[in-house]
Nanobody, 128 residues
Framework: QMSLVESGGGLVQAGGSLRISCTAS????????MGWFRQAPGKERELVAL????????FYGNSVKGRFTISRDNAINTVFLQMGSLKPEDTAVYYC?????????????????????WGQGTQVTVSS
């Protein structure tokens, strides 16, 4: 069983920046590709960013492309999401998910239903 714990959420003004983290335990982190998703009230969970096991392959959702950066540090079992130029519509609970992949450069699934493990989420609120 893998445990994922998100942290770093909070309240930030529009145009500001925030970095959130997701730390894994219980499984070999480097065997898992990781994804960040978010869910706003009354909306479905939305893909934010994906990263391969090796960290050399990344994918971003259209709504965050050019503003957010996903990265990982396998030495400390953590994946990061650096968020910039934040907008009120970025307000949501942000979740990280983990999915084992065969190849180190493979991205995890784009559908949240295919992930093995999820964290409890961290709230990000962007004020206008």
């Amino acid at each position: 069983q893998m445990s994922l714990v998100e942290s770093g959420g909070g309240l930030v003004q529009a145009g500001g920046s925030l970095r959130i983290s997701c730390t894994a335990s219980g499984r070999t982190f480097s065997n898992y590709a990781m994804g960040w998703f978010r869910q706003a009230p009354g909306k479905e969970r939305e893909l934010v960013a994906l990263i391969s096991r090796s960290g050399d392959n990344k994918f971003y959702g259209n709504s965050v492309k050019g503003r957010f950066t996903i990265s990982r540090d396998n030495a400390i079992n953590t994946v990061f999401l650096q968020m910039g130029s934040l907008k009120p519509e970025d307000t949501a609970v942000y979740y990280c998910g983990a999915e084992v992949t065969t190849f180190a450069s493979s991205l995890p699934p784009v559908r949240d239903s295919e992930y093995d493990y999820w964290g409890q989420g961290t709230q990000v609120t962007v004020s206008s």
